[in-house]
């Protein structure tokens, strides 16, 4: 209980786009930094975006850059990341991370209070 939980993962062809989001029940994520991260197959989990607490700052991996787009609605306590361009090398299982201690630049480091379980995302060519 209180876990983040994504959705809106699937299949999507190259140059398509998605919405991925992250919901709490039983627990407000208004105060954390929230993060996106994602795990290809045979490769190490890797920093995608994040977003302050106040929703005013956020960075990005040079490679989603001018792609995706992070945002929160401390309303609904979801956070979300549209994806837009994909490409194959976007397919990864994407978890999102909330980090109490973190701000928007150093929530890339990974050390984040809370995790997700995930939710897969494939772009075909």
């Known amino acids: 209980q209180g876990q983040p939980v994504e959705s809106g993962g699937g299949v999507v062809q190259a140059g398509g786009s998605l919405r991925l989001s992250c919901a709490a029940s039983g627990r407000t994520f208004s105060s954390y930094a929230m993060g996106w991260f994602r795990q290809a197959p045979r490769k190490e989990r890797e920093f995608v975006a994040a977003?302050?607490?106040?929703?005013?700052?956020?960075d990005y991996a040079d490679s989603v850059k001018g792609r995706f787009t992070i945002s929160r609605d401390d309303f609904t306590n979801t956070v979300y990341l549209q994806m837009n361009g994909l490409k194959p090398e976007d397919t990864a299982v994407y978890y999102c991370?909330?980090?109490?201690?973190?701000?928007?630049?150093?929530?890339?480091?990974?050390?984040?209070?809370?995790w997700g379980k995930g939710t897969l995302v494939t772009v075909s060519s």
């Open positions: 977003i302050s607490w106040s929703g005013g700052t956020t």
């Open positions: 991370a909330a980090s109490r201690a973190a701000d928007a630049t150093t929530m890339r480091l990974g050390r984040a209070d809370f």
